[in-house]
């Protein structure tokens, strides 16, 4: 699913409009009739309603819902905020039949605002500002949205948060904002509504489709998109009933200090579970028995330090490589970590201690092989850059090295990010806030060894990783709750994820309204 920037979402019902053929005033009904069905569900008829339309054609999105919850028997009060005497065309269409066809209370406010009373039993319907927005909100309108923002009513956004700016948010005014408790957004998903920042102001986030083109979907040019189940399951390789182990591949891992056994268990328990045919832990060598009883499956190779790692390994006796859970900052195995690094000529993972290492040594990053994944938490990642202030700016330095240094970025988080060096992302749907725990990111590499060993490609080890991690937690996550969720969770659940993703079973992925 695309996620396309303001311009390109006007650009889009531009192209509906002339392509369907529809008028705009019909697209906006349709639009708004979408968001009155959504708000019936939810909310019964005894629930007052009261709207608050900017000028613009989000303002007559509003007024077109206004219309239709009072028709439905809602008891709807609306305000048009109309400054600067300057209505869209659309919107003042809209304001017409709102005060033709019912008796909805409404007040048009062209100076003087006088707030109404709101209550815990109200619900508002924001619709002030859309995708549109390019400058933060001030003035009145500041003014109106913590007005909005201090009432204990529900808030319903329409199409984005009033305020908010559909990418770049770095400079904007956040007590400007509106702090929506729903946003339904129109046809596809907008950058701000699942970036980290900026998704408090979001709440639950629901996308309404309203039946705009395909074709003019198809032709849009983003960098941006989210994940399907059905790409997803097209790349997924059938298990060869004639292999063997040398089949699905032997793969190495580098991890765990003394003290830190626990992330080279999890890693290489997660490789295992994600069917690789063989799995090598180099470790110190105080984690022998540890490993020995903890992953039984797992070929141990000692490291000649007791507690910390400082020799590398050849890698040409592999089909991929991983480095860096666990391993420690120590100054002989940040050399054994580039020495790894620089004589590895397979399919390579850097995670972890890996990555705080080449943020020590920034010099080295050009060692990297190129193709490689590196797989940083935003802390990681702004440590690795220079520049990052923000999720924006955080996920566009990580763009940008991606491109630059032509390997494969693995931004963690809520909708996690895959950035390529092609310059494209694959914005992640499973996942939890349960999988915020120690040893996620352990499991993830494990995860991506294991595929880069069984010979899929990076990109696609990327994207089935972070999606089968993302829905081993939501599975877990489903049995026990994401409060009580960890790391050996995630591992458990590995087989139903791969299971569930290679048949047409329902897959939970509650944190994606847009794949519903």
């Known amino acids: 699913m695309l996620i396309p920037s303001a311009r390109q979402m006007g650009e889009l019902d531009q192209y509906t409009i002339k392509h369907e053929p529809i008028s705009s005033t019909d697209l906006m009904e349709r639009a708004a009739t979408a968001l009155a069905r959504e708000i019936q569900r939810r909310f019964s ?132 904002i509106v702090r929506a408790h729903l946003t339904l957004t129109f046809q596809l998903p907008k950058l701000s509504l699942i970036l980290p920042d900026t998704q408090g102001f979001v709440g639950e986030l629901k996308v309404l489709p309203i039946g705009l083109h395909p074709d003019g979907i198809a032709r849009i040019d983003t960098p941006y998109a989210i994940m399907e189940p059905r790409q997803l399951q097209t790349i997924l390789k059938p298990r060869d009933p004639f292999g063997h182990k040398g089949t699905f591949g032997k793969a190495l891992l580098v991890a765990g200090a003394y003290g830190m056994a626990g992330a080279a268990v999890l890693a290489a328990k997660a490789c295992l579970r994600s069917g690789v045919g063989k799995v090598v832990v180099h470790t110190p060598d105080k984690n022998n028995n540890i490993l020995q009883v903890a992953v039984p499956e797992a070929v141990l190779s000692a490291d000649a330090g007791t507690d910390v790692l400082t020799k590398a390994l050849p890698a040409d006796p592999f089909n991929a490589v991983a480095i860096g859970p666990g391993i420690g900052t120590e100054h002989c195995t940040a050399l054994a970590f580039i020495e790894q690094v620089r004589h590895t000529r397979v399919p390579l993972v850097i995670d972890a201690d890996g990555l705080n290492i080449l943020a020590d040594h920034k010099g080295w990053m050009q060692q990297v092989p190129a193709g490689s994944i590196l797989t940083p938490h935003p802390l990681e990642m702004r440590r690795l850059g220079n520049r990052s202030i923000d999720s924006w700016s955080t996920l566009h330095e990580a763009l940008e090295m991606a491109v630059r240094h032509q390997c494969y970025f693995i931004l963690k988080g809520h909708y996690t990010a895959i950035c390529t060096p092609q310059g494209k992302v694959w914005f992640n749907p499973t996942g939890n806030s349960g999988m915020a725990t120690a040893g ?77």
């Open 45 to 176: 008829v005894a629930v007052p309603i009261m709207a608050f339309a900017g000028p613009g054609n989000n303002g007559g999105d509003t007024l077109a819902v206004a219309r239709l919850l009072s028709q439905a028997g809602y008891h709807v009060s609306c305000y048009l905020f109309n400054i600067n005497g300057r209505l869209s065309e659309d919107c003042m269409y809209q304001k017409q039949r709102l005060q033709a066809e019912t008796s909805v209370s409404f007040i048009e406010v062209t100076s003087q605002f006088e707030a109404p009373q709101l209550t815990s039993d109200h619900v508002v319907i924001d619709g002030l500002f859309g995708t549109g927005l390019s400058k933060p909100l001030n003035g009145g309108f500041a003014s109106l949205v913590k007005f909005i923002n201090a009432s204990p009513a529900t808030i319903v956004s329409v199409d984005i948060p009033s305020g908010l700016m559909c990418e770049d948010n770095a400079y904007n005014v956040r007590a400007h």
């Open 440 to 516: 996620s990111g352990d499991v993830l590499t494990g995860i991506l060894l294991a595929l880069l060993a069984q010979r899929y490609t990076a990109e696609q080890a990327c994207q089935l990783a972070v999606y089968i991690h993302g829905l081993a937690g939501d599975i877990a996550a489903s049995q026990w709750g994401e409060i009580s969720l960890t790391a050996s969770d995630l591992v458990a659940c590995l087989p139903r994820a791969f299971r569930a993703l290679s048949s047409d079973a329902d897959l939970p992925c509650p944190s994606a309204p847009f794949l519903a």
